[in-house]
């Protein structure tokens, strides 16, 4: 069964801290992609990885930054966590290219509350 | 930045009827998906339809694209408890990056037993 896991499903945090979330897929995409969501927000992207040690700017890059050092690894990183970062975080991939239909296999999510 | 727009934001229904859940788009696109999630958790993906594409059907499922109005539906026939989570439609934008899918803010479905 393909998948996406995700490390941790929840996580409490204090401002500050440095947080780390980790997601692995097991199906050989070349795409991942951090979201985060957020109630009356809907989904919004933070970053995206087309490559290993490629990535890109989302909608929202801001106080986060990403590592895709492997294929099958894309780890968010939020090197000082905020009070308005507390949020349910999703990783996902997808195969095919900026061309290609994009359909996202997502991970379970992690639910980050900074206090 | 959110392009589609579901409506209703939230349906009840009663076990065995059907649901129907629309979302419209501002801009030309390549294909539109939606997806399923539950409580507190990941998405799944359910269904895609291309621009070229006027109808789509997946089991209970049936979506619809209409692109002179930019808008889709998606239909739950004879739905189940099972059914109960939310639902969001994502487009890929024509000539953008399919990668940067646009996303609706969701409508919740409620199955009553």
């Known amino acids: 069964d393909v998948k996406v896991t995700q490390s941790s499903r929840y996580l409490v945090k204090r401002t500050g801290e440095k947080v780390f979330l980790e997601c692995v897929q097991d199906m050989d995409h070349e795409n991942m992609f951090w979201y985060r969501q957020d109630p009356g927000l809907g989904l919004r992207l933070i970053y995206f990885s087309y490559d290993v040690k490629m990535k890109e700017k989302g909608d929202i890059p801001e106080g986060y930054s990403v590592s895709r050092e492997k294929k099958e690894r894309f780890s968010l990183i939020l090197e000082s966590a905020s009070t308005n970062q507390t949020s349910m975080y999703l990783c996902a991939s997808a195969s095919g290219g900026s061309s290609g239909a994009n359909v996202l296999t997502f991970g379970a999510g992690s639910r980050l509350t900074v206090l | 930045s959110q392009q589609g727009e579901e409506d209703p934001q939230a349906l009840s229904i009663q076990e065995g009827e059907n649901a129907t859940m629309n979302c419209s788009y501002k801009t030309s696109i390549n294909n539109l998906q939606w997806y399923r999630q539950n409580s507190g958790r990941g998405l799944v993906h359910l269904i895609l339809?291309?621009?070229n594409e006027r109808e789509k059907h997946s089991g209970r499922l049936r979506v619809t694209l209409d692109t002179s109005k930019k808008s889709s539906s998606l239909l739950i026939t004879a739905s189940r408890a099972a059914d109960t989570a939310s639902y969001f439609c994502?487009?890929?934008?024509?000539?953008?990056?399919?990668?940067?899918?646009?996303w609706g803010l969701g409508t919740s479905l409620a199955v009553n037993p």
């Open positions: 339809i291309r621009s």
């Open positions: 994502a487009t890929a934008t024509l000539g953008g990056n399919n990668r940067k899918l646009i």
